[in-house]
């Protein structure tokens, strides 16, 4: 059994694009049909490829938008010189045909379990993608772990699930780097130590963090959750670029 999930994970498995759902001007979501999908935990990704008519190949990785339970999403952000973001979210429409890799990763991951540890989430730009994720999953299962996301984004125009994240407004703190809204209560700029500080539980209720967005991003707020009291083997890192 163990060497058959193997196999499954490493094997390409075709895909159809079920839906798109535009998140941003640069961001779309999309929702694919994967026969023989083995089922994913929350915060996994997938190996994404494309084949062009003259036989050639590029492949990227992406997080699972979607939570346990749901069928396979993705949400992409354009990268304007890429050779697979500009078609998944300029060009792919339903029936569309790609290939997928996965589920891979077991370390940057979230599901319920005893001592029920309260759970941070802090995600960069698309890092709010496999943080999502766990949001759903939690909600899914009904499950009342103390979790709290705070997202930082460029501008409102830029966040990713928005009317989502709102309905959850007790759940998410938004933070702006460079534009905010009039109703922020702060002003736009670097996540700091303040912000983690408002944002997570004290250190002596062992919380845990999931961080991923940028490399610069990652490793600025991981160290800014040592400095404030979390264990390293309580931060748990995702970065890309």
Known sequence: MAGTAVFQ?????????ADVVTETPRARTLLLAVPGWPGHRAGQHVDVRLTAPDGYQASRAYSLASAPGEGPALTV????????????????????RLEVRGPVGGYFV???????????LVGGGSGVVPLRAML????RLGDTTPMRLLYSVRDPASVIYRDELVRQADLVTFHYTRTAPP???HAPGRI??????????????EPIAYVCGPTGFVEHVAALLLDLGYPAPAIRTERFG
């Open 192 to 205: 700091d130590r303040a912000t983690l500080e408002r944002t997570s539980r004290p250190a002596a209720e």
């Open 136 to 139: 759903r999953h939690r909600a």
């Open 9 to 17: 994970r490493l094997t390409w498995l075709p895909a159809t694009v």
């Open 183 to 185: 109703d922020a209560p």
């Open 77 to 96: 952000v354009r990268v304007e010189d890429g050779e697979v973001s500009p078609y998944l979210v300029d060009v792919a429409s339903p029936g569309d």
């Open 110 to 120: 979230w599901e319920p379990a005893p001592p029920y540890r309260p759970v941070l």
